[in-house]
């Protein structure tokens, strides 16, 4: 029976992962900034659910919350670091409030938990981080510029964490989930003021993605059960098929790019 501390458990894939985790029968510590989601799952799994409200952009808060966490079962086996948002327009129009906001929900956010659980990893000898990112973290897209930001910042964070953590016996894999309906784009979403100069971007990418239904989060949670029993699991994994499609497509773009451009790479020595 481990232990999940899970942020953003309320909806969308932190819900889901919750929920298939109290099914196997581990038990489950649900962070969210609003519980009462969470009332019924509660009701159903009293014993095996504890729920902590959160905002994770709060550096203190997150450090009770952890303590917490830990008082309530014992220990800490499995973290996802799930908590986020989107913030949804052009670069140019994005303002430093917002920004600001984003940053500390997406990226600090990640960092203080993984800052909170890590002492309690160390002193057990054993562990498992999961950061959240976005298949995205590969390449920006207009209009999502700053989410692809924050999710690729998290990607790099989580890479040297892993080199960071590994002597300790604590695992960490960069998840990358594809588009899953969890709410992100609506009342997940900040949405910057519109700048009629970008009109004409704004229709082509409406076009672009097109109303194709996403699928359910809870459909990717199959493959985080999978993974978090893996005694050697991946840094990197890509949830959904479509979306490892995706990936690899961007990858071959990408390094097509770098070898039409290897003669100027060349001409500089370091």
């Not at 971007?201 to 672009?208: D, I, Q, S, V």
């Not at 097109?210 to 994994?237: F, I, K, Q, Y």
């Amino acid at each position: 029976m481990r232990v999940w501390f899970i942020t953003g458990a309320s909806r969308g894939l932190g819900r889901a992962f919750a929920e298939a985790a109290l099914s196997r029968g581990d038990r489950v510590v649900a962070a969210a900034r609003d519980m009462a989601p969470l009332e019924g799952l509660r009701a159903r799994h009293p014993d095996t659910l504890a729920c902590v409200p959160l905002d994770v952009s709060n550096r203190a808060a997150v450090h009770e919350g952890v303590d917490r966490a830990v008082a309530a079962f014992g220990r800490l086996d499995i973290v996802i670091n799930n908590a986020g948002a989107m913030l949804y327009g052009m670069v140019e129009e994005a303002t430093e409030t917002q920004i600001r906001a984003h940053f500390d929900v997406n990226v600090l956010g990640q960092i203080w938990v993984t800052q909170a659980v890590l002492p309690h990893l160390r002193a057990q000898g054993s562990g498992h981080i999961l950061l959240v990112t976005t298949m995205g973290t590969g390449g920006g897209m207009a209009s999502a510029g700053l989410y692809a930001a924050g999710k690729s910042a998290i990607d790099s964070l989580g890479q040297a964490l892993a080199m960071e953590v590994e002597p300790f016996g604590v695992k960490v894999t960069i998840v990358q989930p594809g588009g899953y309906d969890t709410g992100l784009f609506t009342i997940g979403t900040t949405a910057t003021t519109p700048d009629p100069a970008y009109d004409p971007l704004r229709a082509k990418l409406t076009e672009m993605w097109g109303d194709e239904a996403a699928p359910d989060p809870s459909t990717a949670a199959p493959v985080v059960m999978r993974l978090v029993d893996l005694p050697d699991p991946p840094l990197r994994l890509i949830v959904g098929s479509r979306s490892f499609d995706l990936v690899q497509q961007m990858n071959q773009a990408r390094a097509e790019e770098y070898r039409a451009w290897e003669h100027l790479s060349r001409l500089a020595p370091g």
